[in-house]
């Protein structure tokens, strides 16, 4: 499948997403759909995410991995959200920008296997395919703050 370049009036092919960022999707559908059945059981709602996905769960192992380490560490990636987000408390900022920063943030804080610019540009780019334009400028402030605060080399995995 391609698409019609108005400029040039050439083709240009359409990039399947790869693995990780459908598994970034996910996470972050999950994280979106957490935060409104906070009370049910997280295995039971997993299980039932996963079952409404075209792929088999085992596909989705990085999605795991990050909604457990989010979910897992969601008081203190609250905690930073908000030291770093000037005047927004979390219950302010929009779900969906919400469920994307968390995302980051615990990609940023406990997974030094992925280099800081990564994580922020996928952030950005799931921004602005699933929230308003305004959410790109408000991620990357937060993010950039928060990547400011790391004791790493943005560009590279340790």
Not at 17 to 43: G, T
Not at 101 to 125: G, K, T
Request: aromatic fraction near 8%; proline fraction near 4%; include cysteine.
């Amino acid at each position: 499948m391609s698409n019609e370049n108005e400029n040039e009036g050439q083709r240009t092919p359409v990039r399947k997403p790869s693995k990780r960022r459908r598994n970034r999707v996910a996470a972050m559908q999950f994280l979106y759909l957490y935060e409104s059945n906070r009370d049910e059981m997280l295995e039971g709602l997993l299980i039932s995410f996963f079952e409404a996905q075209e792929k088999p769960r085992e596909y989705f192992e990085f999605t795991e991995e990050l909604i457990h380490g989010t979910i897992g560490h969601i008081d203190e990636i609250d905690d930073r959200i908000e030291s770093l987000a000037k005047n927004w408390k979390i219950d302010r900022i929009a779900r969906v920008d919400l469920a994307i920063l968390r995302m980051a943030c615990f990609e940023l804080l406990y997974r030094s296997d992925i280099p800081p610019v990564v994580s922020i540009n996928e952030a950005i780019d799931l921004g602005k395919e699933y929230s308003n334009k305004e959410s790109r400028r408000f991620l990357n402030g937060i993010l950039d703050r928060m990547s400011g605060e790391l004791n790493r080399p943005l560009r590279e995995a340790e």
